[in-house]
């Protein structure tokens, strides 16, 4: 039973921390690797908060606003002139990863710090006791994935990026604005994964590397996914249950490296991983 | 063309006079390193003397990383692992079994041994015909990262996060360790040097430019990627292998991920393609660093970082242009880069296409294909055989199909259904360079050339496959069948084969296209609308040629074409598609009369049931 | 291209010149270097262990230096990790000759360093404490092993909660596995039972299925020993998330990380050479001056810093008594000095390694380590049989 839980609520945070550079990844065909950065962004955000003695629940808009605002930069200063590099696109965002860890460290210093957490203790349920948080976090996963198929499927800018997602070029034929929903999207997988961030401060550590430990699994998640969010949602079930199962019935160590092998494997055999078509 | 049969081949002269110049300029400039190698113990002092050993072993790998990233175009995070398989062999057998001559040969051997094994592995999951190169460097990401965790929980054995230290390694005295570490990184370079140079290099340059374009000229491209990773891999390994025997320590660290990126930095900032701009970025770079980050270590890492992003965004060739420029205006001296190569032209000996003969004029079969993507059906029961000297024209509204069907006869993978015989060979699921084999040869709708070789370096690494080229040197000479020639001369190419392609004008590069196809000595060829934007003389030029390669060389060539003037100047055959299927098979006269034509061309609706 | 390159060869070669001519031995100076992990993931208490050889060398400076010569120190950041550590040790031995080198390091990084200290002949105090089993000619230590450490906290949870059954969890590096593995086998010698013994990589930070195999195990007691930083804040946050509230010993938590988790580490039993609160007068003498010296910028002390004064000290008592910086003299004589410091009288003479008061404390609310026990002179065991 308690295996069951770990499955679900493992899936549900490497979703909501995947689902950022999913949209980065869809749009543009770009791998975001300041993504760990961003994260990074987002758990010094909930520090911001902390430290100003406010309800603990306000890191999440925070964070995701500065996230956006630094995406917004970031879009404008380095990753226009990459779009039709998608290779080097990897190494700038890469350096920008770097970047942000320094100048964190620099202007908050290198160790742990201490963020509040919105909510804690454990939850009965089934006959045994689990962690709230981690319950929480199943929620919030669909509330991030309800929210981007509301943005997707029910606006305007929803539509027009699901056609630069289509055929960028028919879309931009069509009169599309492509480099504004570039603009819009990079600002928005930055502004989600810094949500992100700051939602996985209560069970993560604090410090400026700490965004890239989730990097490179949600990096293989959303190789595997291709474009969908639903495919992701499939993904981080089957491979995040395969790192669980692997963690508990065999060796956790061989477990860290599941999603990342397996996902591998998947992309060696069905190039188009978990997505249809 | 009288001369075409009687002109041999000229590869005896290898290293013609150019050649000969370059071969001696490299020689002179690896004495001089070497000299400076040679004295460097006893002018430098201790501290800096350890220091270079390692970077020289740094940046023998960081050239592995340049040839493979810089030339080939394959971002790689991973030769880091085959550096600490090198590593790793060394330290775990003089840790568990001592040290002596034969446990240190073993431990070379094993090295390499392994780190090749792993890089055909890892080649063979990366480089599969069609995958991207975005996957190829997941994969290469992910190695290091295996290997490195692999190697966290060796416990005592790989001694875990703490690695091995203080095992016997050879007793020799620092300084010639140095020499060792030096004359390795200076051979190396030079045959790098003389490699991507040369004839065969040239190919790497070709794959990143364009890698379809490699297949269909005959390249089995992911072959040639996983002999490289795997070469790349060994030298790694022997580098990590020097490195653990002077250092007398091994830890996970060589073998990680951060590691790797950190090579890429070193390779980006020299400057990618250059061989040198890595080896000198990779010394000053962590030379410097010593010095640097211990005053301020978190300052100095973050201007790694902007330099990095600077370069990746802003300067791609890296700082290496500019030092250059710098340097030459320094001390007032002109561009000293030797002219473009430019060969000689010469006729090949042609080969003509084997069991031919057998193949009772037949050279194109298509039965019964069938292509679709999910429930829209693109091709549909299309069937057709076609003979040697046959100029067969394709026509039909967009969307028909046309280009379609060019694919599938020149690509195993790409129908849904059906069989497709080129000179009686089923192509099967083969990928397009074994398609080539058997005859085939295609040129794409829009010019498919490699935007920054010269003219006569596409023509080379056209020739591929009937004359494999040397690995160190260039020949002088390039030797093309009469009808690629032919193409060349009337075009005027033969005056631009010092030209990169990208210098080309439209025609020029349809031109360039063809006659790289027709390089590949084909028995079938496929042609996507090779006129599309030509001007009518360059048109009727081409049109000429094309009727004399069907007359003359007993072509089979299958036509895409929107102007039907000038497929009632040139066809033989004409074939209609539309909707996926076969309206019309005749000949010219037969098609350009009949009603159906024109109603589909002037846009109306004919019922195709009629047809069939 | 290649000319070009020529010239900037040249040029690397003027310029490692230049730089060093600055190495001139001077003769009237006793050269301290200290590698350490300003960067990576020592630099959370680098600058503690910096600022605690500033203290000993200033203060030693104030007296009349070691037989009258002045100490300097040369610091260099060795990136926490082996590549930079030979950079730092390169640098420190041949560049800047330093006579002696006295620093806290990771594992890889003193592995990293001890192949060129034995060239370069300079004595090496190690001043971190780690999994013990590092033997060199020239390598000392004053800091705790295992043998050292374990005991405290295993024989406690006995006495005080009864505990038969162990947990076990750790950080997938050498001193993780080298703390647990010696634990696991201290436990059974003392009749209790390990049910599950799990670890996750250095970087990992999901650790709920191995929290999932602790609640199932249901064991009397848990003992972890994570890398340091990052992974034990994961691990005691996400323990307290699941509700895990048995006895909880943690063999890699220092004073300063318990803070960072907040009213997580609350009640986590830790065993150490060298807590703020320890109650004599040498350590709050030492407290003053630290506080004196730094100011608003003090790291707090800690067992990664104290030991780094005391090392300095040992150091000047072994010059003393060699009558000489000479590099074996004063290895002979660093076994036989003893330096009374805020941990108390340290000798290391059990195979280059310290006997060690150890203490037992605990967690309080306000972050701060209480007292629970004290246990005097603890053998540091078989660390180095092959050396004296």
């Known amino acids: ?277 | 063309m009288a001369d075409a049969q009687a002109a041999a081949p000229v590869a005896g002269a290898a290293a013609g006079v150019l050649g000969r110049t370059r071969l001696r300029s490299l020689l002179i400039v690896c004495g001089i390193a070497l000299l400076v190698i040679a004295a460097g113990p006893y002018v430098l002092p201790t501290y800096m003397v350890n220091g270079l050993i390692r970077a020289f072993l740094y940046a023998a790998v960081a050239l592995t990383v340049d040839i493979l990233w810089g030339y080939t175009g394959i971002l790689t995070f991973g030769q880091s692992a085959f550096f600490g398989i090198g590593a790793y062999a060394a330290g775990l057998i003089f840790t568990h079994a001592g040290f002596g001559p034969g446990y240190a040969a073993l431990a070379l051997v094993a090295g390499i041994g392994v780190a090749v094994i792993v890089a055909a592995v890892v080649g063979w999951l990366a480089f599969y015909h069609g995958a991207s190169p975005l996957y190829g460097s997941v994969i290469t990401l992910v190695l290091p990262i295996v290997v490195s965790q692999i190697l966290y929980s060796g416990g005592n054995f790989t001694g875990s996060s703490s690695g091995l230290s203080g095992f016997e390694s050879f007793d020799i005295p620092i300084e010639a360790w140095f020499w060792i570490a030096g004359c390795f990184l200076v051979v190396l370079t030079a045959f790098a040097w003389l490699f991507v140079r040369s004839d065969a290099g040239r190919i790497l340059v070709a794959i990143r430019e364009n890698e379809q374009r490699c297949e269909y000229v005959g390249i089995n491209v992911s072959r040639v990627k996983i002999l490289l990773l795997v070469v790349c891999a060994a030298i790694a390994a022997i580098a990590g292998y020097l490195f653990a025997s002077v250092q007398m320590v091994v830890a996970p660290e060589y073998a990680g991920f951060v590691f790797g990126t950190e090579l890429l930095i070193w390779v980006a900032l020299g400057g990618r393609g250059t061989l040198i701009g890595p080896v000198i970025g990779t010394l000053v770079l962590d030379v410097s660093t010593s010095y640097l980050s211990g005053n301020l270590p978190f300052v100095w890492k973050l201007v790694i970082g902007f330099a990095f992003v600077v370069v990746i965004v802003a300067l791609p060739q890296g700082l290496m242009p500019l030092i250059k420029a710098a340097v030459r205006r320094l001390f007032g001296r002109k561009n000293t880069e030797t002219a473009d190569f430019a060969p000689r032209l010469d006729a090949a000996v042609e080969q003509p296409y084997a069991g031919l003969e057998g193949a009772g004029g037949c050279a194109l079969a298509v039965r019964d294909v069938r292509k679709q993507f999910g429930s829209l059906k693109v091709l549909e029961g299309i069937d057709f055989e076609a003979r040697r000297s046959e100029l067969l024209s394709l026509v039909g509204p967009n969307g028909a199909g046309k280009t379609t069907l060019m694919r599938c006869i020149a690509d195993g993978n790409e129908r849904s259904g059906g069989t497709v015989l080129l000179n009686d060979h089923d192509i099967l699921e083969l990928p397009p360079y074994a398609c080539v084999a058997f005859g085939v040869g295609r040129k794409f709708q829009t010019a498919n050339v490699f935007e920054t070789l010269t003219v006569a370096e596409a023509l080379r690494i056209a020739r591929t496959r009937l004359a494999p080229p040397s690995l160190w040197t260039r020949e002088e000479g390039l030797a093309l069948p009469h009808a690629s020639m032919q193409v060349i001369r009337a075009t005027g190419l033969d005056k631009q084969l010092g030209t990169e392609a990208r210098y080309l004008s439209h025609g020029m590069k349809q031109a360039l296209e063809l006659a790289m196809v027709l390089a590949l000595e084909p028995s079938v060829l496929l042609l996507d609308e090779p006129t599309a934007g030509l001007t009518k003389p360059e048109r009727t030029l081409i049109g000429g040629i094309l009727t004399d390669l069907a007359r003359d060389h007993q072509l089979c060539i299958l036509l895409v074409e929107h102007d039907l003037d000038f497929v009632r100047e040139i066809s033989s055959r004409v074939i209609v598609l539309h909707q996926g299927r076969i309206l019309l098979d005749g000949t010219v006269a037969q098609v350009v009369e009949s009603e159906l034509v024109r109603t589909i061309y002037s846009g109306g609706h004919a019922a195709t049931g009629g047809a069939a | 291209m290649s000319r070009n390159s020529i010239r900037l060869s040249v040029g690397a070669v003027l310029m490692g010149l230049a730089l060093s001519s600055g190495g001139v031995l001077a003769e009237d100076v006793i050269k301290i270097g200290i590698p350490v992990g300003l960067s990576g993931a020592n630099s959370v208490v680098a600058p503690s262990v910096v600022q605690a050889a500033e203290l000993a060398a200033e203060e030693i400076n104030a007296k009349g230096g070691i037989m009258g010569k002045k100490v300097v120190l040369e610091v260099a950041d060795d990136g926490s990790g082996a590549a930079g550590a030979q950079k730092a040790f390169d640098s420190l031995i041949f560049q800047k000759n330093v006579n002696v080198l006295i620093s806290m390091e990771t594992s890889a990084a003193r592995n990293a360093g001890l192949p060129i200290v034995t060239r370069g002949k300079t004595p090496f105090i190690y001043t971190s404490f780690y999994e013990g089993r590092s033997c060199n000619k020239y390598l000392y230590v004053n800091a705790w092993v295992p043998d050292q450490q374990v005991a405290p906290i295993v024989d406690y949870f006995n006495k005080n909660y009864k505990a038969k059954t162990y947990f076990l969890i750790g950080s997938d590096y050498a001193f993780g596995r080298g703390m647990l593995e010696f634990t696991k086998s201290y436990i059974e010698k003392t009749g209790g039972k390990v049910l599950g013994e799990e670890y996750l990589p250095m970087d990992g930070s999901d650790w709920t299925p191995i929290i999932s195999k602790l609640k199932a195990a249901k064991p009397d007691a848990l003992i972890t020993s994570t890398a340091g930083g990052a992974p034990n804040v994961t691990l005691t946050k996400q323990l307290r998330a699941a509700g895990v509230n048995i006895p909880y010993g943690n063999l890699a938590v220092d004073e300063g990380t318990a803070k960072s988790m907040g009213p997580d580490a609350e009640g986590i039993f830790i065993s150490g050479s060298y807590f703020t609160t320890i109650d004599s007068p040498k350590n709050k003498a030492f407290l003053a001056a630290m506080q004196k010296k730094f100011g608003a910028n003090l790291k707090t002390p800690n067992d990664l810093s104290v030991p780094e004064y005391e090392g300095v000290y040992a150091y000047k008592l072994a010059v003393e008594k060699a009558g000489s910086v000479d590099a074996d003299k004063v290895i002979a004589a660093l076994s036989e000095v003893a330096f009374e410091g805020p941990r108390g009288v340290i000798k290391m003479n059990k195979q280059r390694h310290a006997p060690l008061t150890m203490y037992l404390g605990q967690v309080q609310k306000d972050g701060s380590v209480k007292t629970l026990s004290t246990f005097k002179d603890v053998d540091p065991g078989a660390q180095c049989p092959n050396l004296k």
């Open chain 1, 1 to 277: 039973m308690a295996t069951l839980l770990d499955i679900l609520t493992t899936a549900a945070i490497l979703y909501s921390v995947a689902a950022g550079l999913l949209i980065v990844f869809g749009v543009m065909k770009i791998i975001n690797f300041a993504h760990g950065g961003f994260l990074t962004v987002g758990g010094y955000s909930a520090l911001l908060i902390t430290k100003l003695g406010l309800n603990p629940w306000w890191s999440v808009p925070c964070a995701f606003a500065i996230g956006f605002v630094c995406g917004m930069l970031i879009e404008r200063l380095v990753m226009k002139p990459l779009y039709s590099r998608p290779l080097d696109a990897i190494l700038a965002t890469w350096g920008l990863g770097i970047i942000i860890g320094q100048l964190i460290t620099l202007g908050v210093g290198r160790e742990v710090q201490f963020v509040q957490s919105p909510v804690s203790g454990t939850i009965d349920l089934l006959g045994g006791t689990y962690s709230g948080y981690r319950l929480l976090l199943v929620l919030v996963a669909v509330v991030i994935a309800i929210g981007i198929a509301l943005l997707l499927n029910g606006t305007r800018l929803g539509l027009v990026t699901r056609a630069v997602i289509m055929n960028e070029n028919l879309a931009r034929g069509l009169g599309i604005n492509s480099g504004l929903v570039r603009f819009i999207t990079f600002s928005l997988g930055a502004g989600l994964a810094s949500l992100a961030g700051a939602l996985i401060t209560p069970l993560s550590s604090v410090d400026p590397n700490m965004g890239v430990p989730w990097l490179i699994n949600a990096f293989m998640l959303v190789m595997v996914s291709g474009v969908s969010l639903v495919s992701l949602a499939v993904a981080c079930l089957v491979l995040g249950g395969a790192q669980v199962l692997v963690s508990s019935w065999g060796n956790p160590i061989l477990g860290g490296l599941t999603i990342v092998v397996l996902a591998a494997v998947v992309l060696r055999l069905r190039p188009q991983g978990f997505s249809r078509g």
